[in-house]
Nanobody, 124 residues
Framework: QVQLVESGGGLVQTGDSLRLSCAAS????????MAWFRQAPGKEREFVAA????????TYANSVKGRFTISRNNARNTVYLQMNSLEFEDTGVYYC?????????????????WGQGTQVTVSS
């Protein structure tokens, strides 16, 4: 059974940093892409960042480029999202997702597995 477990969310102030983690287990394929999405209250889920198995492909949403960094440790089956210079608009539930085809695309429909999410709240 595939499990994705996010951690690291919390309440911070504008300009602060947070590091999210997502631990994967039970993946059916040996190489898979990982991504972060987020959903703000009253809004649709949106793409944040994605990374392929070897990290040869990394993509970011324009809204986070230069502030967020996605990385992974394959030995630990964990993907990270370092979030710096947080803004009020970064508030939302952050979800980790896995794509067994390893494409690292932006569309949520490409992802096969999802975590339960971790709340990030940025106060202004």
């Amino acid at each position: 059974q595939v499990q994705l477990v996010e951690s690291g969310g919390g309440l911070v102030q504008t300009g602060d940093s947070l590091r999210l983690s997502c631990a994967a287990s039970g993946m059916p394929s040996s190489r898979y892409a990982m991504a972060w999405f987020r959903q703000a209250p009253g809004k649709e889920r949106e793409f944040v960042a994605a990374i392929s198995w070897s990290a040869s492909t990394i993509t970011y949403a324009n809204s986070v480029k230069g502030r967020f960094t996605i990385s992974r440790n394959n030995a630990r089956n964990t993907v990270y999202l370092q979030m710096n210079s947080l803004e009020f608009e970064d508030t939302g539930v952050y979800y980790c997702a896995a794509d067994k085809t390893n494409w690292a695309l932006r569309q949520s429909s490409n992802y096969d597995y999802w975590g339960q999410g971790t709340q990030v709240t940025v106060s202004s």
